[in-house]
Nanobody
Framework: QVQLVESGGGLVQAGGSLRLSCDAS????????LGWYRQTPGKERELVAS???????HYADSVKGRFTISTDNAKNTVYLEMNNLKPEDTAVYYC?????????????WGQGTQVSVSS
């Protein structure tokens, strides 16, 4: 089983930046993809960015060019660098792992980290 703990959220003004971190532990050998998701009240959780163990990345159109996902394999940590933040980026951000590109998340959802962007 994989355990994930997110950190790094906060309150920033529009145009600002934040860096989120997610520490993975447990059975990480089965993880092929790490991803960041976000959710706002009343809406479904959406996938924001993914990165494979080989470094291939994918971003939602809404964050492309502003967010960057990266990993530190030595630390089993995945990061989300968020620049030029917009009020519509306000959400609880979660990370999760997948055993394949198109597979479902395999870890239990954690508490996430709140990102709030003021206009």
């Amino acid at each position: 089983q994989v355990q994930l703990v997110e950190s790094g959220g906060g309150l920033v003004q529009a145009g600002g930046s934040l860096r989120l971190s997610c520490d993975a532990s447990g059975d990480t050998m089965c993880v092929s993809v790490l991803g960041w998701y976000r959710q706002t009240p009343g809406k479904e959780r959406e996938l924001v960015a993914s990165i494979t163990s080989g470094g291939t990345t994918h971003y939602a159109d809404s964050v492309k060019g502003r967010f960057t996902i990266s990993t530190d394999n030595a630390k089993n940590t995945v990061y989300l660098e968020m620049n030029n933040l917009k009020p519509e980026d306000t959400a609880v951000y979660y990370c999760n792992a997948r055993s394949s590109w198109s597979g479902p998340p395999i870890a239990s959802w954690g508490q996430g980290t709140q990102v709030s962007v003021s206009s």
